[in-house]
């Protein structure tokens, strides 16, 4: 049986990333004499993703999933809990250290909007040598890999694309380059965060394809970050679905989808849009209401207020997370035995 926290039992302790109880705020000073306050963005989130496995993280805006995805790579740095990094403790790792460890080069992210994420005054053939020229690796190498890399992300033959300019490619064309630059390093662990989310409908699916063949191939661990749980359904293996910065439930991403068991990821999945016409014409909407204010969230479940389920203990005190199912985890009262 592999090794897991005892106070978070869905989370692997031998995992190549693994974050336990992993808190992240930002600080927002309103004045020069006035009090800091803190946006609570990521509120006590453990998970543990495998090589060759996909978690999709799933969540309204603004549920903290993007700070998430942010911290466990080190571009933020969490204010408590544990991140690890194939056994390595790298939570409050300096950038010098990181980089000897071959942190940086391990890890990648590919972001949201392939508009402003690649530099318009380089070319595809800049872009792409460029993590390269960091790691030191010999030009001749670089060649190579950056042919493999525009293959890899069916950008042939690639010399047609290798002099152009970002502004000189599709949405779509520019979202493969963000990708075949995010895979050119040869990364263990990739982020991608909600990567077809400005795209065209018609293009989706074929990203979202590239993604899982060559997640496949490279038995990477890859944390697919979206509010759009129908477009996770193409790779995903687990999925943790946050509410508010914090934990509602995780597990095999078929049985959560099938049959969630929080009032919120309930709301979520019966959002995603019916393939069947006829079907549509009903309006299906997350749970009404917003999600909140994250400096001074609820009392007791964050989702209380939007909750059709709340009971007085809601608003009083915070569920806990449990086993509701085997390997399914929930964060509500109603799976609480008492
Ligand atoms: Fe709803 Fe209560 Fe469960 Fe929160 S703990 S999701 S308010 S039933």
Known sequence: MPEVFEDTPWVRKDSLVVAHRLRTYYTIKPGLFAKP??????????????????????????????TLGRTLIRLLEPISGEIYFDGNDITHMKEEELKRIGFRRRVSMVFQDPYSSLNPFHSIHF??????????VAREEREERIYRALEEVKLTPPEDFINKYPHMLSGGQRQRIAIARAIITNPDFI???EPVSMLDASIRVEILTILKDIQQRHK???MYITHDISTAKYFSDYILIMYAGQFAEYGPFRDVVK???????QSLIEAIPDPDPSNRLRERKVAPGEPPNLVNPPSGCRFHPRCPFAMDICKKQ???????????FVKCWLYVKR
């Not at 963005?41 to 549920?63: F, N, P, Q």
């Not at 049959?259 to 990821?265: D, K, W």
């Not at 915070?318 to 399914?328: Q, T």
């Open 318 to 328: 915070e569920p806990p997370v449990v086993e509701a199912r085997p390997g399914v």
């Open 259 to 265: 049959n969630p068991l929080h009032p919120y990821a």
């Open 127 to 136: 872009i792409l040598e460029e993590p390269l020229m960091v790691q030191g």
């Open 37 to 66: 306050r803190y946006v609570k963005a990521v509120d006590d989130i453990s998970l543990s993703i495998d090589r060759g496995i996909t978690l999709a993280i799933v969540g309204e805006s603004g549920s903290g999933k993007t």
């Open 191 to 193: 982020v991608a965060d």
């Open 220 to 222: 990477m661990a890859f």
